[in-house]
């Protein structure tokens, strides 16, 4: 893929974010959760480990190692804490097939929302006022030839 391209599609994606983000706390509405940690299945390299979701960064992405098979990226809110949107912003190389699962104790997810027309861009999850701790975002079909790749993910409440 073109480097002009990626940029481009980084900034629109910055641009969107951004406004998303303003417009939601200046209406009051949303609170971004604090992520104290996250967790991937597995990352192409080091490059693009899974910290590289959550740096506030849409310049940088975690993704998935290549293949066939399901991979997944978990946030840690460090607490239980009512959710009310996930905000995803998928790279190119993003999921056609996901779930976004929720857990108070990281080892039973509930199933919160299914997503079967996944692709590149920013997607707003609107969950029905979850408790939960972990947020997982389970990937099971591939929109490329490539892994499964987030450049940032968020969560607010109310
Ligand atoms: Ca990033």
Not at 105 to 133: F, M, P
Request: aromatic share 8%.
């Amino acid at each position: 893929m073109k480097k002009a391209k990626i940029l481009a599609v980084a900034i629109c994606l910055f641009l969107a974010f951004s406004a998303l983000g303003l417009s939601e706390a200046a209406s009051g509405k949303l609170n971004s959760l604090a992520i104290v940690e996250v967790k991937a299945s597995s990352a192409e390299n080091e490059d693009l480990a899974a910290g590289k979701a959550i740096d506030g960064d849409l310049g940088s992405r975690w993704a998935s190692e290549y293949g066939e098979g399901a991979q997944w990226l978990m946030i840690d809110l460090s607490s239980s804490r009512e959710i009310n949107t996930v905000v995803i912003a998928w790279e190119l190389a993003a999921a056609l097939a996901y779930k976004v699962q929720t857990s108070s104790d990281g080892s039973n997810w509930n199933d919160a929302v299914e997503i079967y027309d996944g692709e590149a861009g920013i997607e707003v999850v609107a969950l029905s006022g979850v408790t939960a701790r972990y947020i997982r975002v389970y990937c099971l079909e591939r929109t490329s030839e490539y892994g499964y790749s987030i450049l940032e993910i968020a969560a607010y409440g109310n």
